[in-house]
């Protein structure tokens, strides 16, 4: 082995870079998975869960602009039913605690949706009454 | 060789779109002007080589040793242990194609297989096919092939058609060096015999008489003695320098082919007169008669073998450093080889310009001085009475020479003498010099004489490059400080660029020395009348002093 | 062949995988079990043939210099391109890693003939180093932030890298550059590799593949973020527990494009170690770029110098003396004068002229 030295140091440099999830967090248990905390009056939502885990920003998306854009307030759930298209008065009626719902996985997962760019928690909208 | 050299226009209508057949399935054609002669028996026995033979490329059968599969599985093997930059090479390439068209026998051949970096797949797919495990089974699908006579041929014809001119390493993000591929693929062809005569004629005349051109101790100072008497005619100052002399403070070295052959000779009447002009006390030596190094274009064993009678003419001689001539591949070895091979040179000391005083501190450790970098030295301290006028008929251009381009980076010295001793100094477009320097074509062993169509045609690009300043500034000059190009550009010059001519730096240096005790300089080193050469040019006629006019030496120089 | 083999290559590891998951289900082969072993592989298939070519020695200085030496003191060197010193080595290691400094030099061959007569010029050529570059800078980019799968929390960087990659905020979820610049650069060189007909033929498989493989990578990527939408908080519960070596396949079912991804993606980390995709540990390993140009002022070392056989003096002496004589060269042997002085001066010196008893070691 020639120049082994500098070799292994550059080799060292690289795993330890490359390996850096591992080694930050050796030892540590996984972290408990984000566990929303679902309200207790309502036992669905306006689409299935699935649908809601995966998409639920697309759909906020749509319902922004459709209020928006075309005052188009009224969505109809897949199960027929009429629903109010507002974040702080219809999905935080029953999700009403943002820090227990929403950032759950946001932070879990470091996203970071600019909702409360405008919108207000329940909790802001009784503090500014 | 009968055939006739195709003419430019016809070599010039080169087509650069590759073949539809894969790479893989074409083999090359030894098509007579485009290849090398084989090494003559002799020249293998003579220094003990592998499997010397009479044979020929045109033959069906190359006569190669027995279990010539395990020499060369075992010969790339060796030299994957001991060279790193052939392993990496072998495995780090990305066929990005950068180096594609950096090749001067590429752009001049158009053969795709020219391109650095199919060149070096030719023996990549046989380290793939013999050495890796996906290559042996999956073939071609994983880049490899099998190791065939086909491959042993198609190597010689293309590593012999690689002039080692680094061009190409360059450009190549990951510097994989097409030099050093070629290195060890010749050293391979080399283990079972395959070597061209124009490198291993050389090789062995080099280690049997100190120089390749084989001038034996008396003809090589007789031919000094030519000169000398030449410069006696043009200059009317008699030199008497010294031959294997012992105490003298330098030792000077250079490539043979200028003690020898136009246009080479003048810049040898250069050295000799500038080192006249100096009083410098050293000496020539005929054991260590050759600057230039053969060796180093079939094997590292061979270039040490020969490189060895450098430092030992050195110690034998008790010189203090050694000075060294304008050579190309000379200045390779010396600058990464000869130190490590043959070193340290602790019975040198480190060079001091005797006549400046400069310490030469870049060169401590070998102890061997470049002449160019000496002159630089001497005209920036005012050591030099010169008259660059009397160039003036000249427009001159430099070729900066491969290897010390990119294995030295000898770039400004050359360029400082000429401003220097010359008023007319003018400079090819940016891609074609310094370290994009285009090979003369004819260089690591190719400068032979039955090529001649793949020399014009890996000139070309250079050739192209002095027809642009010809054709903007009337350039009429090539400058250089290589031996091999000084011969091989005169008949690249010739063919491609008629009007132009060639020589080394130190030659015009020369002619605008003034010498103490000199005659009017009626005549250039080469014997021209400097007024006809004057009428060229347009520039009018200098008036000679009227006592010297007629004079013994004008009628005489007819030669 | 090569082109189409490495895509239908391609085709057939996300159809393997589909099938694996969708069809038989087998999740933990594909999320865990494959996962690991690629980048096991990965690891030691990178340390291993690092520390192979380690084994092999540098036995001579043969940087390729591309500057101006550093010789005479009134010469401004180029301590870049012709370093003399580690710190200059530095300098130019850094600019080829991280600018590709020497592909940047790159130009293209603009050769015609004009009433016979050939004219050659180098042109600009700036392509292939900026889809290069951005190939590879993205490829960055877009590791860095999958950082945040694989940490807990998350780093405060991997989210200001999210942002900037982030900048125009441009659809649901915003649209990360990074990902659209590589699959798009992998493009270009594709592109580049089919359409320029010398670039084609040197080309083999495994130039096609791992291009195909990377688009596969980013377009499944691509597809998972912004159109059928995966369930990334799933996805995280199985990539951290992946990360502190906890594996468990999380209860809410995750897309089968996921399981494409990452198969894609283990199959590039265990491909990386056997392809030329080693030029990532090869760059900093080149002799011609790494190594000091000062090897006339210090000496290289060969660990493997060995004696040779040389045509000394002596025997050059022994094989033309007479002719050096002749010639008035001074030799080390004069039998003619070395008889005399024997001789105490006598006149026998000149009857015997050839010593052919003479022998040297």
């Not at chain 1, 080694?23 to 669905?44: N, R, S, Y």
């Not at chain 2, 002095?466 to 010739?494: I, S, T």
């Not at chain 3, 790159?106 to 050659?120: C, E, F, S, W």
Request: with cysteine.
């Amino acid at each position: 082995m020639y120049n082994a030295g500098k070799i292994i140091t550059g080799l060292v440099i690289f795993v330890v870079i490359f390996t850096l999830p591992l080694w930050w967090q050796v030892g540590k248990a996984a972290p408990p998975a984000p566990k929303p905390e679902l309200p207790k009056t309502a036992k669905v939502c306006v689409e299935d869960t699935a649908y809601m885990r995966t998409s639920h920003m697309q759909l906020l998306n749509d319902w922004r602009n459709a209020v928006v854009r075309d005052q188009d307030r009224v969505y109809v759930g897949k199960d027929g039913k009429k629903y109010s298209m507002s974040l702080t008065n219809d999905c935080m009626a029953c999700h009403n605690d943002k820090k227990k719902f929403c950032d759950q996985c946001h932070n879990y997962l470091a996203v970071a949706p600019y909702c409360w760019d405008c919108h207000l928690t329940p909790e802001q909208v009784k503090e500014s009454k | 060789m009968a055939n006739p050299t195709p003419k430019p226009e016809q070599i010039a209508a080169v087509d650069h779109k590759p073949p539809a057949a894969d790479w893989m399935d074409t083999k090359p054609e030894f098509k007579p002007g485009m290849f090398l002669y084989a090494v003559r028996k002799e020249s293998l026995e003579g220094v003990g080589q592998p499997n010397p033979r009479d044979w020929n490329p045109t033959d069906a059968d190359w006569k190669l040793p027995a279990d010539w599969k395990g020499i060369v599985r075992e010969g790339i093997k060796e030299r994957l242990q001991r060279f790193r930059s052939f392993q990496i090479f072998m495995d780090i390439c990305v066929r990005c194609g950068a180096c594609a068209d950096k090749c001067h026998f590429f752009i001049g051949s158009g053969d795709p297989k020219n391109m650095p970096v199919l060149r070096a797949e030719l023996l990549r797919s046989i380290y793939r096919g013999e050495f890796k495990v996906a290559g042996k089974i999956l073939g071609k699908l994983a880049g490899g092939r099998k190791l065939t006579e086909e491959v042993i041929k198609e190597w010689f014809y293309y590593y012999f058609q690689c002039t080692e001119c680094r061009r190409c390493s360059v450009y190549c993000p990951y510097g994989i060096d097409t030099a050093e591929i070629t290195i060890m693929a010749r050293e391979i062809l080399n283990l079972l015999g395959c070597q061209i005569d124009w490198v291993g004629t050389p090789v062995n005349n080099c280690f049997h008489t100190g120089n390749h051109l084989g001038l034996k101790p008396h003809t090589y100072k007789e031919n000094v003695e030519y000169l000398l008497d030449d410069i006696e005619e043009y200059s009317g100052v008699r030199i008497n320098p010294s031959f294997n002399r012992k105490g003298a403070e330098l030792l000077f070295i250079t490539p043979s082919g200028d003690v020898f052959a136009d246009p080479g000779i003048f810049t040898f009447m250069g050295y000799l007169m500038l080192f006249d002009h100096i009083g410098l006390d050293y000496t020539w030596s005929t054991y260590a008669s050759e600057g230039g190094n053969f060796g180093f274009f079939t094997s590292h064993e061979m270039m040490k073998r020969l490189n060895a009678k450098m430092y030992a003419e050195a110690k034998r001689l008790g010189v203090k450093w050694i000075l060294g001539g304008e050579c190309g591949h000379m200045w390779r070895v010396i600058t990464q080889y000869m130190d490590t091979m043959n070193g340290p040179a602790d019975f040198l000391e480190v060079p001091v310009s005797p006549i400046t005083g400069t310490r030469f501190q870049n060169s401590a450790s070998t102890k061997m001085v470049h002449i160019s970098e000496f002159t630089a030295d001497l005209i920036h301290n005012n050591k030099l009475k010169l008259d660059p006028s009397r160039n003036d008929h000249l427009r001159v251009t430099f070729h900066d020479s491969c290897n010390p381009a990119r294995g030295m980076g000898m770039l400004e010295e050359p360029r400082y003498i000429l401003n220097n001793v010359c008023n007319n100094f003018f400079e090819m477009p940016p891609q074609t010099i310094r370290e994009n320097t285009f090979c003369c074509g004819g260089g690591a062993g190719l400068n032979a004489g039955e090529n001649m169509e793949m020399r014009f045609r890996g000139g070309l690009p250079r050739m192209n490059a002095v027809q642009y300043v010809k054709d903007r500034h009337g350039v009429n000059m090539l400058a250089c400080v290589c031996a091999v190009d000084r011969a091989v550009f005169p008949a690249h010059l010739e063919y491609w660029v008629p009007g132009v001519k060639n020589c080394g730096v130190t030659e015009l240096v020369a002619n605008a020395l003034v010498m103490d005790g000199e005659i009017p300089r009626q005549y250039n080193l080469r014997g021209e009348e400097v007024n006809d050469l004057r009428e060229e040019v347009d520039l009018p006629p200098i008036q000679w002093p009227e006592e010297e006019e007629g004079g013994e030496p004008s009628e005489e120089g007819g030669e | 062949m090569h082109v189409i083999f490495s895509l239908l290559a391609v085709i057939v590891l996300i159809a393997i995988a589909y099938a694996g998951v969708a069809g038989a289900g087998m999740t933990y082969l594909f999320g865990v079990v494959i996962p690991y072993a690629a980048v096991i592989t990965f690891f030691l298939g990178l340390i291993l043939k690092v520390l192979k070519w380690g084994r092999s020695a540098v036995p001579f200085n043969i940087p390729t210099t591309c500057g101006q030496q550093k010789s005479l003191p009134w010469i401004k060197p180029n301590s870049v391109d012709n370093p003399t010193s580690t710190g200059g080595v530095l300098a130019r290691m850094f600019f080829e890693v991280l600018t590709m400094r020497s592909l940047f030099r790159n130009t293209k061959l603009d050769y015609r003939v004009a009433h016979g007569q050939p004219v050659i010029r180098q042109g600009s050529e700036k392509f292939l180093w900026l889809f290069a570059i951005l190939f590879h800078y993205s490829f960055l980019v877009v590791l860095l932030w999958h950082l945040r799968f694989f940490m807990e929390p998350v780093p405060k960087l991997v989210g200001v890298i999210e942002a900037l990659d982030g900048f125009f905020e441009f659809g649901l979820p915003q649209l990360l550059l990074s990902g659209v610049i590589l699959v798009a650069m992998a493009g270009a060189l594709l592109d580049r590799r089919l359409r320029m007909p010398n670039i084609r033929y040197i080309s083999l498989t495994s130039d096609y593949f791992p291009l195909f493989l990377i688009m596969g990578i980013g377009i499944t990527g691509i597809l998972m973020r912004y159109l059928l939408r995966v369930d990334i908080t799933a996805i995280k519960e199985l990539t951290m527990s992946l990360a502190v070596m906890k594996p468990v396949i999380p209860q809410a079912p995750i897309d089968p494009l996921f399981y494409a991804h990452i198969f894609l993606v283990s199959v590039l980390f265990a491909y990386f170690p056997f392809s030329k995709l080693m030029h990532m540990p090869g760059v900093f390993m080149s002799p011609t770029r790494n190594l000091t140009t000062n090897s006339r002022e210090v000496r290289h070392v060969n660990p493997w110098n060995y004696p040779v056989k040389t045509h000394t003096y002596d025997e050059y002496e022994e094989d033309f003396r007479d002719l050096m004589i002749e010639a008035g060269l001074p030799v080390e042997h004069n039998p003619a004068e070395e008889a005399a002085a024997a001789e105490g001066g006598g006149e026998a010196a000149e009857a015997e002229p050839e010593a052919p008893e003479e022998k040297k070691e």
